[in-house]
Each structure stands twice: as structure tokens, then as C-alpha cells.
């Protein structure tokens, strides 16, 4: 008995030996898996990943980014300069805690988003550039909650009044909150940075090229929707450049925006009269119901609004919470300007019309 054991467990050594080899060298005879664009159709399929990758990141970061500078200016607002505080000093911390508690709702959605698949697992040709916007983000996203731990601490400060007890402290937190502001501001432009790297390249179609009508029409859609949504990013970006001077803004750049905005509002009647001039068929006419009642609404919003702060920055003589009001209210329509934009979008490519 004890010989047949033994004879089994070499036979079993042997056995298992002849096994791991085998397996090895399928494996090193095994050609390396290659991933590869194959089809016109997969090309595409990446084009469009990459245009709601570049969509996506856009959106939650604008979201985010308009929290934080909401609270932001709210704590500069509502705080003296801690040299100024003393026992007799009344803070009042009520509407930076309402920014404060929207702040953090604001965050962790956001990292509730980042993490769904839907939005992490997007096929994108250029991984390396595409990888730098996620890390990007994520270091974005690590400063915000150092910040937002810190900033629980400022205001359970000033609520509970303890800055009456220990003004010191107050130049303590203050140096704190304003150098975590400062690395989030710095992460924030290098993520600007990366995902412009990764913003898809407008190629504009040319109707003529199609003869059926649908797809004559969703062309000219497509084109108006790209055109549209580039001159409202730059209006953005002429928008943003106003924050370190949101109290004085210089008549330059008052001008310019006025300028600008006024540009927009000329394009924009020019690509909606394309749009109402397109032969829509039946197979895409709720496209261009949603073009004119979803997304031209939304864009006329968005204009109105930024007109409506711009003129007041003219005015000079409003107070800063009221500033601070209209300036969120064009950033929100601005977001929901680019919402309209993707639903419209998903909507054109669900309608299932093969172009060329």
C-alpha cells in the first residue's frame, strides 16, 4: 500500500510538471493580442467615445469648479482679514455654509460619476493623453476634499464663535484655506490643459454630399450643433478669465466679452435658420423638435443670462452677493447648455440613419 502511494505521487510530480510546461510554452507561442480600429464602423464608434469622453469631463469639471469658487468668494466675502478680528467682531458664516453644504453634495456626486462605468469605461484611440485627464482629475478631485476638510473647520470656527476666543487661530485657518484654494487653482489649469489635448477636432460634414433627405438634414444639424457649441466655449473661456478681477473688471474686458457675446447671439440666428431650412424626414423630424424646443431655448437662456450679468459689471454699483448670484446663474446655464447639447447628440445617434 505504501509503495502504490508513493508511486502515485511521483507519477502526480511528473504529471503536473509535463502540465505547467505545456501551458507555459502555449502561452509564449501565443501571438500578443493586438487591439486595432478594423472597421469604418469601430472608427467611428471611438470618434464618439471620444467626443463624450471630452463632454463628460467637461461637464463635471465645470460643475465642480463652480462650487468651490462659489464658497470660494463667499469665505473672502463674509471673513475679515484676521488682522481685523478681534472679541467684538461678528462674522456671519449663514450663506458661506449654504455654499459650503452645496459644495460637498456638488463632490460627492462628482465622485459618484467617475466611478460608474459608464463614464470610466469609454474606448478612446490615444490612451496616453486620455489616461492624463483622468489622473489629472483624480489629483483635481484629491485637492477639492483636502479643501473641503479644511473648510469644515472654518466654518464650525467662526460658527460656534470660537474666533472671539482665539484670534490667532483665525490667521492660521485663513493662510490654510487660501493655499489649498491656490493648489486646487494650479491642478485645475493643468487639467484645462490635458483635456483640451483631448478636445475631438471638428470635422464639419457637407450636406450636399447626401442624397436622401435625413441624412441631408442631420448633417446640417451636426454642423450647426459643432458651430454653436464652439463659440459658447469661447465665450466661457472669456468668462472665466473675469474671476481675479470679478469686483473690477477692466473696461477691456468688458468690452470684449460685450463683443463676443454679441458674435454669438449673430451666429447662432444664422446656424438656427440652417436648421429650419433643412428637409427634415419622418426619421429624424424629433431631432429637430428637440433642436428648437430643447436646445435653441436652452442656448437663448444662456445668452440672456450672461447678458443680463455682463450689464450689471457694467453698472459697477452692485453689491458682491448679487455679483455672486449672476455669475452662478450663467455658469448653470452654461452647463445646461452643454446637457442639451449631449442629449441632442445621443438622440442623432440613436436615429440609426447609415451615413456614408
Do not use: W
Amino acid at each position: 500500500m505504501m509503495k502504490n502511494n508513493k508511486f502515485y505521487k511521483t507519477a502526480l510530480f511528473f504529471l503536473s510538471i509535463f502540465f505547467v510546461t505545456f501551458y507555459l510554452q502555449s502561452c509564449e507561442n501565443k501571438p500578443p493580442i493586438q487591439v486595432k480600429v478594423k472597421t469604418e464602423e469601430d472608427s467611428l464608434f471611438i470618434k464618439k467615445n471620444q467626443t463624450r469622453f471630452y463632454n463628460l469631463y467637461t461637464e463635471i469639471s465645470n460643475g465642480i469648479s463652480l462650487c468651490i469658487e462659489d464658497f470660494h468668494r463667499s469665505y473672502l466675502s463674509s471673513v475679515p482679514q484676521p488682522i481685523r478680528i478681534s472679541k467684538n467682531t461678528e462674522v456671519k458664516m449663514l450663506g458661506t455654509e449654504v455654499y459650503f453644504n452645496a459644495l460637498k453634495k456638488k463632490f460627492q456626486e462628482t465622485e459618484e460619476k467617475v466611478y460608474t462605468l459608464r463614464f470610466n469605461n469609454l474606448t478612446t484611440a490615444d490612451t496616453v493623453s486620455y489616461q492624463a485627464v483622468k489622473t489629472g482629475f483624480s489629483d483635481l478631485l484629491n485637492s477639492v476634499k483636502s479643501y473641503i476638510i479644511l473648510a469644515d473647520t472654518v466654518i464650525q470656527f467662526y460658527k460656534t464663535g470660537n474666533y472671539k476666543k482665539q484670534p490667532p487661530q483665525a490667521a492660521i485657518l485663513d493662510t490654510g484655506i487660501k493655499g489649498k484654494y491656490k493648489t486646487y487653482s494650479e491642478l485645475q489649469a493643468g487639467f484645462s490643459v490635458s483635456l483640451k489635448r483631448v478636445k475631438p477636432v471638428k470635422i464639419l460634414k457637407n450636406p450636399e454630399e447626401f442624397d436622401d433627405n435625413d441624412k441631408k438634414s442631420i448633417a446640417v444639424l451636426q454642423n450647426v450643433l459643432e458651430n454653436v457649441m464652439e463659440k459658447s466655449e469661447n465665450l466661457y473661456d472669456l468668462l472665466k478669465k473675469l474671476i481675479p478681477h470679478f469686483y473690477a473688471v477692466p473696461d477691456t474686458a468688458l468690452t470684449e466679452i460685450r463683443q463676443e457675446l454679441k458674435s454669438f447671439k449673430i451666429n447662432f440666428n444664422i446656424e438656427k435658420d440652417k436648421v429650419f431650412r433643412a428637409p427634415f424626414g419622418s426619421k429624424t423630424l424629433s431631432a429637430k423638435k428637440m433642436f428648437e424646443e430643447y436646445f435653441s431655448e436652452t442656448v437663448e437662456e444662456f445668452y440672456g443670462q450672461t447678458l443680463k450679468f455682463i450689464d450689471k459689471l457694467r453698472s459697477r454699483n452692485l453689491g458682491k452677493d448679487e455679483l455672486n448670484r449672476d455669475y452662478d446663474a450663467v455658469m448653470v446655464d452654461y452647463n445646461n447648455l452643454i446637457n442639451a447639447y449631449n442629449n441632442l447628440i445621443n438622440l442623432i445617434n440613436n436615429t440609426r440613419i447609415n451615413e456614408k
